[in-house]
């Protein structure tokens, strides 16, 4: 049954920023994000990248869009975004491999800065598979509550799962405290942020998906 949002302060699971005010870097959508299979075969997401705005559509498929960032942003320990979906997948468990489609995810990549510039240029297959990466995604989807951080089932030690939306339509605004949620999923200060990526992933329950995201910042 699909779960329609309430008001987006109400039900974001993410500490609000501790200094107040939203990211301010804008992390546009343009022609530096490259799409990137998730398996050898079968269909890949659809991107339409557009200014401020990444429309994403799936259909019985999982891809991910992957962007690396420029240096001077490597130190940005908030983020921000407004996201949206149309039409999505059944809730699922986000803990399950292999049965674990979601609507959205954002991955925040963070690698220790002597890594982060001998992996400069690298793909996003490259840096999920580091081992000294340390992977924040947030989620639309799932059948969890808000708030909660979830193991990953592929990323093990490397990444935490954390949920902002379960599993419905609607739209919402996102405000992260990356440098709270890294303490809380690895223990300690995050180190040089990368890159992001952004996936949607619908081929276990063989849905649709219809989303966008927009007004991306990272601070």
Not at 169 to 191: C, H, I, K, N, Q
Not at 201 to 209: E, K
């Amino acid at each position: 049954m699909s779960r329609a949002p309430a008001n987006a302060c109400a039900i974001l699971s993410c500490l609000l920023l501790s200094a107040g005010g939203a990211a301010t870097d804008p992390v546009p959508f343009d022609g530096a994000w490259k799409t990137q299979r998730l398996t050898l075969f079968g269909p890949q997401n659809d991107y339409g990248f557009g200014g401020d705005t990444l429309r994403v559509t799936s259909q019985d498929a999982v891809s991910l869009a992957y962007r690396e960032l420029d240096p001077s942003l490597w130190g940005a320990r908030r983020a921000a975004w407004s996201w949206a979906v149309d039409a999505g997948v059944p809730p699922t468990d986000l803990t399950r491999k292999g049965g674990d489609d979601r609507d959205l995810s954002l991955y925040f990549m963070f690698l220790p800065e002597d890594r982060a510039r001998e992996l400069r240029g690298a793909n996003a297959t490259a840096l999920l598979n580091e081992e000294a990466a340390r992977i924040l995604v947030y989620v639309w989807g799932g059948d969890h509550a808000p708030g909660e951080m979830l193991e990953s089932p592929y990323l093990n030690a490397r990444g935490r799962t954390v949920v902002l939306q379960p599993a419905g339509t609607g739209s919402a605004a996102a405000e992260v405290d990356l440098a709270g949620d890294y303490a809380r999923a690895f223990g300690g200060a995050p180190e040089a942020l990368v890159g992001i990526a952004v996936s949607a992933d619908s081929d276990d329950t063989d849905s649709r998906i219809d989303a966008r995201i927009s007004d991306l910042r990272v601070d």
